[in-house]
Structures are given as C-alpha cells and as structure tokens.
C-alpha cells in the first residue's frame, strides 16, 4: 500500500515538472520584447511569470512575446500540454479511460490553484538575469494515505466481497478513492510555508537573439508547485 501511495505522489509531483518542460517547448526560444539593447530586468521577471500562467491559467500578460502562442488561444495550448502530460502518466498506471478523464479535470483545477510570485530580479550579466520566485507549495496530497488505507481496511472488512473482485477490481477502487480525496483537497485548498526558488534567465538561441529559461530551470519550478506532505 505504501508503494502505491508514494508512485502516485511521485506521478502527480512529476506532472507539474513535465507540464512546465511541456510549455516551455513551446516558449523556450519565445523570451521577451527585447529592445534594441536587449532585455531588461522587468522583461526576465515577465517571462518567467509568463511561463506559470500560461501552464496553470491558461492565459499571461500579453505584453510578453510567447513563441507558438497563438492569442486568443492560450486556453487551447494548456489544454494540449495537460493532454499530454495525462497520456505520460497514465501510460505508467492502469487507470480506466473514466478515472484518466476525472484525472485530466483534476490537474486542471490544480494547476489553477497553485500560487507563486515574482520576488526579485537581479542582473548576472549584461542581458542575463536571476528570478527568484516565491512558490507556496499546493498540499494536494493532505490525508491521502489515511483514505487510502481506510478504504483498504473496509475491503479487508468485508472477505467475502474481497475475494470476489480480482486484483484489477481493487486497483480500481483505490484510485477511485484518490482522485475523490485529491478533488475533497481542492474544495479548501492549503499550503506548505512559500520556498523561494532562483531560475536564470538568459541568451537561448545566440543566433537568433532569443532569451528565456531553460529545461533545468522549468523543472525545478515544477517540483516545487505541489507538497509532498499528507498530513
């Protein structure tokens, strides 16, 4: 039981890791408006911010310059990337098609819920930049063991039904009874105390004079968005 509880608290962690490395393909060559001096302190902090609204709203300032982001269809693009994030793990699960549809609204209304801020931005270089953002760490794994051994427990109550059900059977209440718990969480949601986390923004693409944040950067955001903690 614990082994199922903790892969899918790595599964859920490593969404907002690869829905972050999924927008930022899409903007990584993006940056921002630069001038013809290049960019400025208010354009790294824009962009990075940039890049967390655009994965959990769905929209972002539009005085910054996304790559591939078509206006009037950011809504469409955060949809793809949770589209594909949702194929990613639930390829790794034996969820049914209902729970990775209830799955999929799930991470939607999460990514919402996540809070972060831009706290400071320093210059490291001529035109580069580090971006310390505050991130307050979204607890949707708050009692998710406690229902999961409850409802294992209630299984274990009732021997003759549990020997009725195959193994898939059990599986499929047990993530039944997650993705009800991880939608309970969002109806109040909490948060781990804010952690603060520095990403460089700089040159990406030297030929083509574009800025912006790389793969290693949108990973440790993403790490961040959601607490590990269940109590």
Avoid: W
Avoid at 86 to 114: D, G, H, P, W
Avoid at 156 to 161: L, S
């Amino acid at each position: 039981m614990k082994d199922f509880i903790s892969r899918i608290r790595h599964l859920c962690r490593r969404a907002a890791v690869l829905a972050l490395l999924a927008v930022l393909m899409t903007v990584l060559l993006a940056g921002c408006a630069e001038s013809a001096s290049g960019p400025t302190k208010d354009d790294a902090g824009a962009y990075v911010k940039a890049v967390l609204d655009l994965m959990c709203l769905g929209e972002y300032d539009q005085s910054v310059n996304l790559a591939d982001v078509e206006r009037g269809k950011e809504k469409e693009t955060r949809d793809a990337m949770i589209d594909s994030v949702l194929s990613s793990i639930v390829a790794e699960t034996s969820m049914n098609e209902e729970q990775a549809v209830q799955l999929r609204e799930y991470l939607a209304k999460a990514f919402t819920a996540c809070r972060y801020s831009i706290k400071n931005v320093t210059s490291t270089e001529e035109n580069e930049y580090d971006v310390t953002v505050s991130i307050e760490p979204l607890r949707i794994f708050r009692g998710v063991s406690e229902a999961i051994e409850a409802k294992t427990e209630e299984l274990k109550g009732n021997p003759e039904d549990l020997i009725s059900i195959s193994e898939e059977e059990k599986v499929t209440i047990l993530y039944d009874t997650l993705i009800e718990k991880l939608n309970e969480n969002l109806i109040d949601p909490q948060y781990a105390e804010a952690e603060e986390v520095v990403v460089h923004y700089g040159l990406i693409d030297e030929e083509n004079s574009l800025y912006g944040i790389d793969e290693d950067a949108g990973a440790l955001l993403g790490k961040k968005l959601f607490s590990a903690e269940d109590s």
